[in-house]
């Protein structure tokens, strides 16, 4: 049995299909079991459970011989953050896989270090270096920024004026990378033994600004505004106002004024050396099939 913690997300649903389609026994630890909904009946096991409390995690660890990490406290589902999931919640879990004799992959983020400015990238570098400590067989899994993820966020914030906005000047080389690619990376890292106790890095074709991101999106939903551009001084205001209130929303912000700021770039030319069978899909693909998906969807209304 492999036991997903994220599997109600974004990597975490597609890796679950992909497990399923290999025959493969999968149970999703979500804290709850609405969120998801979306696998079919009887499609997939689901067991409620926090990482943010360990006596939740007894159940979900029954007969399990691997456990994969595809969790994240950067959102806003909840009273989360990076120290209390990445960190803490990490080292749960992978005490719980100590106990139960079970392998981990752990999702982590390419940059990840004990001085990176964003403080999630610091959390995760914490549970990598636990994990390595840990005794259980362990793959790490490092990807750069979900493009998916954030070429939906663009569209989001352009829903009404049709302009999406950016945080920051938006000129800043970013690698971003098909949260599918990483996928089946993850999928490899379960089923090839050669990728024990190694850290695998994933990242996309390009490196590119959020101008250039913002366009190629544009330019698919056949919009021709510009994007609006937050700048810099007011999202620090901002990061500073909400920081006591909504702590979540301000640590977002926080990140993307880095991400406007420090190198996000990224080659990935290793690990295609090393499996040069894995899928490397272009902007133009996502932005495709992306297209493809919501037409078929007004198709069905
Ligand atoms: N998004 C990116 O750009 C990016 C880049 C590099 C690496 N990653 C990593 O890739 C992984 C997947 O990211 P994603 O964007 O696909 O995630 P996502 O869609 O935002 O989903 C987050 C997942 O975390 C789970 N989670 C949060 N708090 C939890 C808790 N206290 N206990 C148990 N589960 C909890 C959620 O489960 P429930 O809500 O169902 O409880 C959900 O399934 C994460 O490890 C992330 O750090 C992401």
């Known amino acids: ?33 609405r969120r998801a909904a979306h696998f079919e009946p009887g499609q997939v096991e689901v067991v409620e459970g926090d990482v943010r409390d360990g006596r939740t995690l007894g159940a979900a660890m029954v007969g399990v011989s ?42 982590s983020i390419v940059g990840a270090s004990a001085t990176h400015p ?13 994990l390595r400590g840990s005794g259980a067989p362990w793959t790490i899994v490092r990807a750069t920024a979900f493009a998916e993820f954030w070429i939906d966020l663009l569209d989001q914030t352009a829903a009404t004026s049709g302009r999406p906005v950016i945080f920051g000047r938006g000129a800043n080389p970013i690698n971003f990378v098909s949260v599918s690619d990483v996928a089946a990376l993850v999928e490899r890292a379960l089923v090839d033994p050669s990728t024990r106790g190694a850290t695998l890095e994933i990242g996309g074709p390009q490196n590119l600004s959020f101008n250039e991101l913002a366009a190629a999106l544009q330019r698919a939903s056949k919009r021709t505004a510009t994007a609006r551009h937050v700048p810099r001084t007011i999202l620090r205001l901002l990061a500073a106002v909400l920081r006591p209130v909504q702590p979540n929303r301000a640590r977002q912000i926080r990140a993307a004024i880095t991400m406007d700021t420090i190198d996000f770039t990224f080659v990935a030319t290793d690990l295609h050396r090393r499996f040069p069978e894995l899928p490397v899909t272009s902007l133009a693909d996502i932005l495709a099939h992306r297209s493809l998906t919501s037409e078929s969807c007004a198709a069905r209304l």
């Open 66 to 107: 691997t456990v994969v990490s595809a969790m994240h406290g950067f959102g806003d589902v909840g009273h989360v953050s990076p120290a209390s999931v990445d960190r803490d919640g990490n080292c749960r879990l992978i005490d719980a896989a100590v106990a139960a004799n079970a392998r981990v992959v752990l999702m």
């Open 118 to 130: 964003i403080e999630l990238f610091r959390m995760k570098h914490v549970a990598e270096e636990y």
């Open 1 to 33: 049995m492999i036991l997903i913690a994220g599997g109600s997300g974004r990597l975490g649903t597609l890796i679950v299909r992909r497990l399923e389609a290999r025959g493969l026994a999968v149970r999703v630890l979500t804290r709850d079991r």
